[in-house]
């Protein structure tokens, strides 16, 4: 694995080393379809009363993040020509559909760990913040 990784890493620079202008890769109508449905469910978190409120200008920045990294993974599944094939959509999905129960519950453990860490190592800096969210989580702890 890590020799396949190696060599497609290695491959995928060489082709675009020489690139001045940013490698674009189109979205299909499908996986195009499948962002507008992600970027519909931020939006609402987004408002003023909303969930992500409190860190709307991280927030704001996922759709676009999470878009980014499915290119990356696109690049990495199709080192030759990733940026000559548009992004479709069962390579955006596909990248979800194998999780577990299990699993996600592995993953929002060790996620809520790291969160608890940070935030006390955070503490140990100021017991407050000027930045009401954090404020109220470090007053918590």
């Known amino acids: 694995m890590a020799a396949t990784y190696a060599k497609h890493?290695?491959?995928?620079?060489?082709a675009l080393a020489d690139w001045t202008d940013p490698a674009l890769i189109q979205l299909t109508p499908e996986?195009?379809?499948?962002?507008?449905?992600?970027?519909?469910?931020?939006?609402?978190?987004?408002?003023?009363?909303?969930?992500?409120?409190?860190?709307?200008?991280w927030a704001s920045r996922r759709d676009g993040a999470v878009a980014r990294i499915a290119g990356l993974l696109?690049?990495?599944?199709?080192?030759?020509?990733?940026?000559?094939?548009?992004h479709e959509d069962d390579s955006v999905q596909s990248r979800y559909d194998h999780i577990t129960p299990g699993m996600w519950q592995a993953l929002m453990t060790a996620l809520t760990e790291m969160w608890e860490e940070a935030l006390d190592a955070r503490r140990t800096m100021s017991l407050g913040s000027p930045v009401a969210a954090l404020d109220a989580l470090l007053k918590a702890r």
Not at 76 to 83: C, I, L, Q, S, Y
């Open 31 to 57: 996986a195009d379809a499948v962002l507008l449905a992600f970027q519909k469910v931020t939006e609402s978190p987004l408002g003023p009363d909303g969930s992500f409120a409190p860190i709307v200008k």
């Open 9 to 14: 890493l290695a491959g995928l620079t060489l």
């Open 74 to 86: 696109h690049l990495a599944t199709h080192p030759e020509d990733g940026w000559h094939r548009g």
